[in-house]
C-alpha cells in the first residue's frame, strides 16, 4: 500500500538556503519592510540566497525557487509568505520540481501571522525576522525524506438520501463508482419529496425528484440502505472503515413488494398516530409507508405504536395479509462493515420550530401553519389530497405569509435561510392560483438572486399578491373591530407607507428558516469534520473548496454546510462527486512524511505510547521488550513523542533538534 | 423553610396611587414567611421620560439606589432587590446590567456616587416580586397558603409591557405565565388571552387619558385591553404595575362613553387577590381603596368592600 517515488536522491554537502520573501501583493509588503527582510536573510548562515518577489506562489515565483535548486545554488528552502495551510503544497511541490526532496523546505507565516495582525510596521518587519531566522535554523536540520503514497479505495460512502445524496450517489454510479448510499429514514427523497412544486419554474417536485429515486433504488452500482445510520468511522483519507447500523423494520425488505394489503388489513381500521410525513396533519396506522413513490416501496411496523409490540395481543392481521410472508417480527439491528475511500455527508436541514415564537401563535391558533406543513397541504399526495382547506375543512378567503421565521434574528437564527422569499412567492402562487384567495406577503427584504428568480417575484407581483414590507409584530385572535371578529389578525409595521398595520387573515402561513439538524455535533464528530457554533458543517475553503472539509476524503453536499435551494444543492453534489472521482480515479494519495518512528536503543518498553495512539499503529515486540510504529498507520498526531519518557519516539520534522532549532532562531533574533 | 427578608424598593407609584400594591406585597410577603423591608432613603428610579434626555443621569439615579441597598448586606454575595413597580423594575435592571462591566458608563456612574460618599460594587440583582413568589418561595407554599380558594374566579393575567422586556430574566417575553400560574395556584382561573404583555398606554398619558399628551392613544390602548378581558369572560384584571392599575382601573366610564359600550371590571394587583385566598384582612391589602372591587358568588364569602361601578377618578 505504501510506496516511495524513490527518484530524489539525499543532498550532498552542507546546506545551501535559499530564502524567498513574498511581498503577497501588498497583503505582508504594506505592512512588512520586505527588503529589509531580505537584507537580514542574507547575513543569517547557511544561506546561499535572499530573494523577494511580488506573489511567490505565482509561476514565475515558483520557477525562482526551482531555477535556484537547479543551478546547484541552493539545497534547501524557506518561502517567507502566507500559512502552510495555503501555500505548502504550492512550495513542497516546486522543491522537489527543483530536484530536491519537497521536505527539504519549511515555510515562515509572515501574513496571518505577522502583517495581518501587526498594527506597527516596524514591529511587523522585527517579527517577519524572527520568523525566518527560525525557519533557516530549522530546515537545515531536515532530514531527507521521500513523499508516501497511500492507496485510494474505490468504493464511496454517501450519507443522506435527500437531492443531495441522490444527486451525488448516481453521478459517481454513472462513472462505474460503487456507492454505499445510507438514508436514516424509511425512505429516500428528503425534504424535496414533500414539496408540491419547485420554484421558479413551478414543475411538479415529485415528477423531477421520483425518477431519480427510482433510479438509485434499481442502480447496478449502488448499494441503498434505508433505515439505516453510520454508526463508526475509522481510517483516513482513501481507507475509511464505516460500520452502518440497519434498524428493524419488521418486514424482510427483499420480500415486500409494497403491495399495501397489511396496512389495508391492520387492526387499526383507521390512522390513529401523527403522520410524521404529513408533518402531523394526518393520522397513520402503526404499519405504514411514507407516501405512495417512498423507495425503496417498502412498508415499516412501528414498534411504538404497534399493538404487538406493546401488548403481545393482537390477532397480527397484517402478517395473514401477505402473500409474501414477508413480516419478521423478531428482527433485530443489524449491521454492516465497509471499506471506502472518500465519503459524500448530505444530511441537510431542518426547519425552524416555529413554537419558538409565541407571538405568531404557532400551536395556539389552529390556523396558523409552517410553510412546510403548507408544502403537505398543497401535494396531492398529502393529507387533503392537494385541497387547500383549514383544519375545520374551510377553505381561507384570506391568507398571510410571514417571511423570515427564525431567520434574521438576533434572538433565534441570525442568517438569512437564503430559500423562504422564493418558497413564500411559490407558496402565494400556487394558494391564490388553487383557490383564489386574497394573499398577503409580509417580508423584511425581498432577496430573489438566482436565475428566473427576480422574474419570478415580478409575475407574482402582477398575479396581485399583497407584498407588505415589514416585520410582523404579532399574530392574534383579538378583534378590535367588527371586520376583524372570528378571524385572526396579523399586526405589522408597514415601512413603506409608515404606519402599523392590522389585517384579517383566514390562514397564516410561517415561512420557517432553515437550521442545522440537531445532531450535527454528534455527526461533526462521528466524521471528524468541522463545523460553526451555530451547527453548519465548515468547508475547507469558502470559496475555493467549497465541497472539501478539513479532513482529507470527506465532502459536502447540500444544506448541511448551509441554507441552500434545489439547484445550489445539486450543483454541489455534483462538485462533490467530481472532487471524489478525482481522488479514486488517481488512485491514490500523497501523506505526510511527519510520521513517528522508535528508536530502538532508547526505547525502555514502558509502553506508554501502545494505549495512548489514537490510531493503533504501535505494536509492541514483547520478546524484545520494544515498541514500534507502523507508518502506514501513523497520522503524525505526535502524542506518542510528547509521552515518551526516555525520548525514543522521534517524529519526522518535528524532532526536538529542529524544534529547539527553530525556538533559538526566534530567540537569537530577539 | 427560613424566613428571609428581602430589600424592597417601591418606587413613588406603589407608595402614591397604587400603594395597595406595596400594602399588599408586604402583607403577603408576611404571610409566606418572607419579609420586605422598605429600603431606607430610597429616591427617584430614574424612569419617566429621564433616560431618553440623559441616560447617564437616569442611571445615576437608579445606581443610588443599588448601592444603597448593597450597604445593607456588607458580605460580599449579591444582594436582591425587589421592585414591584415594573417602570422601577425596568430602570433598575437596566442599571444594574448598564454598570455590569467596566466601561466609560461604569466610571461616571462611579464618579458621580463617590460626590456623594457611595460606592456601587455590582452585588445588586434586581428582581421583581413575581419572580420570588413563582420561583424562590414557590407555587407549593403560595398553594398551602390559600385557605379561602377563590374557586370559579376568572382572572386576565395583565403583564404589562415592562416585566419580561426588553429584558426577559425569569419568564417567556412574548407569552409569560407566572403571573397565570400564581393565579391558579390559589383556586382561580386565567383566561386565555392574547394581550398579556400589550401596552396599556400608560406611558403616553403621564396624568390620565383624560389630561395626559396623548389622551386618544392611551384610551384606545386601555380600551383593547378591557373590552378583550370583558369579552372572553374575565372577572377582573390582575396587575402587577401600579401605572397599569390606575389606568385601567380609572376611565372606564369615560372609555364607556367614547367607545359606545359599557365597562366594568375590576383592575387589581396580583398580590391583592392572593392576599384575599390567604385569608389576610381586605384593609391591610388596601382593597379599600380599589374603585370596582368584586369576588363572584360563592367565593365571595365575607367579600365587604365597596361595591363596583364607582366613578372615575378626576372624572
Known amino acids: 500500500m505504501l510506496e516511495t517515488e524513490g527518484a530524489l536522491s539525499p543532498t550532498n554537502g552542507g546546506p545551501k538556503i535559499g530564502v524567498y520573501v513574498c511581498h503577497c501583493g501588498l497583503n505582508i509588503a504594506g505592512k512588512v519592510d520586505v527588503e529589509a527582510v531580505v537584507e537580514f536573510a542574507s547575513t543569517l548562515p547557511a544561506v546561499a540566497v535572499a530573494r523577494d518577489y511580488k506573489f511567490m506562489c505565482s509561476d514565475p515565483g515558483q520557477e525562482l525557487i526551482e531555477k535556484d535548486l537547479r543551478e ?52 511587523a518587519t522585527d517579527k517577519a525576522k524572527a520568523l525566518v531566522a527560525a525557519a533557516v535554523r530549522r530546515v537545515a536540520l531536515h532530514e531527507y525524506l521521500e513523499p508516501r503514497k497511500a492507496e485510494v479505495r474505490p468504493d464511496v460512502l454517501v450519507v443522506g438520501g435527500g437531492i443531495a445524496g441522490i444527486s451525488a450517489a448516481l453521478t459517481l454510479a454513472e462513472a462505474g463508482k460503487h456507492v454505499y448510499l445510507v438514508e436514516r429514514e424509511t425512505t429516500i427523497g428528503g425534504h424535496m419529496a414533500k414539496f408540491d412544486k419547485t420554484f421558479p419554474t413551478l414543475d411538479c417536485s415529485a415528477c423531477i425528484l421520483t425518477p431519480k429515486m427510482s433510479a438509485v433504488r434499481s442502480h447496478p452500482n449502488i448499494t441503498l440502505w434505508t433505515y439505516s445510520d453510520v454508526v463508526a468511522v475509522e481510517g483516513f483519507t482513501g481507507d475509511f472503515t464505516v460500520r452502518v447500523r440497519h434498524r428493524p423494520r419488521y418486514v424482510i425488505e427483499e420480500l415486500c413488494t409494497g403491495c399495501l394489503e397489511c396496512i389495508e388489513k391492520c387492526i387499526h381500521k383507521q390512522g390513529k398516530f401523527d403522520d410524521e410525513w404529513n408533518e402531523g396533519l394526518s393520522k397513520r396506522k402503526p404499519i405504514y409507508i411514507p407516501f405512495p413513490q417512498a423507495t425503496p416501496p417498502v412498508v415499516v411496523v412501528d414498534p411504538d405504536t404497534c399493538i404487538w409490540f406493546k401488548t403481545g395481543k393482537c390477532p397480527q392481521t397484517c402478517i395473514e395479509a401477505c402473500e409474501r410472508d414477508a413480516f419478521d417480527f423478531a428482527q433485530t439491528e443489524t449491521f454492516d462493515e465497509i ?7 448530505g444530511t441537510g436541514f431542518k426547519t425552524f420550530d416555529a413554537s419558538k415564537m409565541p407571538e405568531y401563535g404557532y400551536g395556539r391558533y389552529p390556523n396558523v401553519y409552517t410553510s412546510l406543513e403548507v408544502e403537505r397541504l398543497l401535494n396531492a399526495a398529502g393529507p387533503t389530497g392537494g385541497e387547500v382547506v383549514l383544519r375545520d375543512g374551510t377553505r381561507p378567503k384570506v391568507v398571510g405569509i410571514i417571511h423570515c421565521v427564525g431567520s434574521r434574528d438576533a434572538k433565534h437564527n441570525v442568517w438569512c435561510s437564503k430559500v423562504c422569499c422564493m418558497y413564500s412567492l411559490k407558496l402565494a402562487h400556487i394558494v391564490k392560483e ?18 428566473g428568480y427576480e422574474e419570478f417575484y415580478d409575475k407574482i407581483l402582477k398575479e396581485g399578491v399583497h407584498m407588505v414590507r415589514g416585520r410582523v409584530a404579532g399574530v392574534t385572535d383579538e378583534a378590535a373591530s367588527p371586520e376583524e371578529e372570528g378571524h385572526l389578525v396579523i399586526r405589522a409595521e408597514d415601512t413603506l407607507i409608515g404606519s402599523v398595520r392590522r389585517i384579517p387573515v383566514d390562514m397564516v402561513i410561517l415561512a420557517v428558516g432553515l437550521e442545522p439538524r440537531p445532531d450535527a455535533q454528534d455527526v461533526r464528530r462521528l466524521f471528524n469534520i468541522s463545523c460553526g457554533g451555530e451547527g453548519w458543517f465548515t468547508e475547507r475553503h469558502p470559496k475555493l473548496a467549497p465541497v472539501s472539509t478539513f479532513t482529507d476524503g470527506v465532502f459536502l453536499a447540500g444544506a448541511c454546510q448551509g441554507p441552500k435551494d434545489i439547484p445550489d444543492t445539486v450543483a454541489q453534489a455534483g462538485a462533490a462527486a467530481a472532487e471524489v472521482l478525482a481522488m479514486v480515479d488517481r488512485g491514490y494519495v500523497m501523506l505526510e512524511a511527519n510520521t513517528a518512528h522508535i528508536d530502538e536503543a532508547t526505547c525502555s518498553g514502558c509502553k506508554t505510547c501502545v494505549g495512548l495512539c489514537p490510531f493503533g499503529a504501535i505494536s509492541f515486540d514483547e520478546e524484545r521488550k520494544k515498541a514500534s510504529v507502523n507508518e502506514v498507520v501513523c497520522k503524525g498526531c505526535g502524542i506518542c513523542v510528547g509521552a515518551c519518557p526516555s525520548g525514543a519516539a ?21 | 423553610m427560613s424566613a428571609r427578608t428581602y430589600t424592597y424598593y417601591p418606587g413613588c407609584s ?6 395597595g400594591f406595596t400594602e399588599s406585597l408586604e402583607a403577603v410577603f408576611e404571610h409566606l414567611g418572607a419579609g420586605l423591608e422598605e429600603l431606607e432613603d430610597w429616591n427617584c428610579c430614574g424612569a419617566t421620560a429621564w433616560p431618553s434626555v440623559d441616560e447617564d443621569q437616569a442611571f445615576a439615579l437608579s445606581a443610588r439606589n443599588l448601592a444603597l441597598a448593597e450597604d445593607r448586606v456588607p458580605d460580599a454575595g449579591p444582594v436582591d432587590v425587589l421592585a414591584s413597580c415594573t417602570g422601577c423594575y425596568r430602570a433598575l435592571l437596566k442599571t444594574e446590567r448598564a454598570l455590569a462591566g467596566p466601561g466609560p458608563t461604569a466610571d461616571k456612574i462611579g464618579g458621580a456616587l463617590a460626590a456623594i460618599g457611595l460606592d456601587y460594587e455590582g452585588r445588586a440583582r434586581v428582581r421583581h416580586p413575581i419572580d420570588i413568589l ?23 393575567c395583565y403583564y404589562g409591557c415592562l416585566l419580561v422586556r426588553p429584558f426577559a430574566t425569569f419568564d417567556d417575553q412574548y407569552d409569560p405565565t407566572s403571573m397565570d400560574r400564581l393565579v391558579r395556584a390559589v383556586g382561580a382561573e386565567p383566561i386565555e388571552w392574547p394581550l398579556k404583555t400589550r401596552c396599556c398606554g400608560g406611558s403616553c398619558y403621564c396624568g390620565g387619558p383624560v389630561i395626559g399628551a396623548m389622551p386618544e392613544a392611551t384610551m384606545q390602548l386601555s380600551y383593547a385591553l378591557l373590552r378583550e378581558a370583558t369579552k372572553r369572560g374575565a372577572d377582573m384584571i390582575a396587575t402587577i404595575c401600579p401605572l397599569c392599575q390606575f389606568n385601567l382601573e380609572g376611565f372606564q366610564d369615560r372609555m364607556s362613553r367614547r367607545f359606545g359600550r359599557p365597562l366594568d371590571i375590576p383592575a387589581v394587583f396580583i398580590s391583592q387577590l392572593l392576599g384575599v385566598a390567604f385569608g389576610i384582612d381586605e384593609e391591610r391589602l388596601g382593597i379599600q381603596r380599589l374603585m370596582r372591587w368584586r369576588l363572584p358568588e360563592p367565593a365571595a364569602v365575607g367579600a365587604s368592600a365597596p361595591a363596583g361601578g364607582g366613578g372615575d377618578a378626576r372624572d
Open chain 2, 14 to 19: 406603589a407608595k402614591g396611587v397604587g400603594r
Open chain 1, 434 to 451: 388553487r383557490i383564489g384567495a386574497e394573499v398577503y406577503n409580509f417580508y423584511i427584504d425581498m432577496r430573489t438572486p438566482g436565475k
Open chain 2, 134 to 156: 413563582v420561583n424562590e418561595i414557590g407555587l407549593d407554599r403560595v398553594s398551602a397558603a390559600v385557605v379561602r380558594p377563590l374557586t370559579g374566579l376568572k382572572v386576565a
Open chain 1, 339 to 345: 471499506k471506502v475511500g472518500a465519503i459524500i455527508l
Open chain 1, 650 to 670: 522521534q517524529q519526522h520534522l518535528f524532532t526536538d533538534e529542529e524544534i529547539f532549532a527553530e525556538i533559538e532562531g526566534v530567540l537569537a533574533y530577539v
Open chain 1, 72 to 123: 546547484g545554488l541552493v539545497n534547501r528552502v524557506v518561502v517567507a509568505s502566507c500559512s502552510p495551510l495555503m501555500h505548502e503544497a504550492t512550495f513542497r511541490r516546486a522543491t522537489a520540481e527543483g530536484g530536491q526532496s519537497p521536505f527539504y523546505f519549511q515555510m515562515a507565516s509572515i501574513r496571518e501571522h505577522v502583517s495581518w495582525v501587526t498594527a506597527d510596521g516596524h514591529e
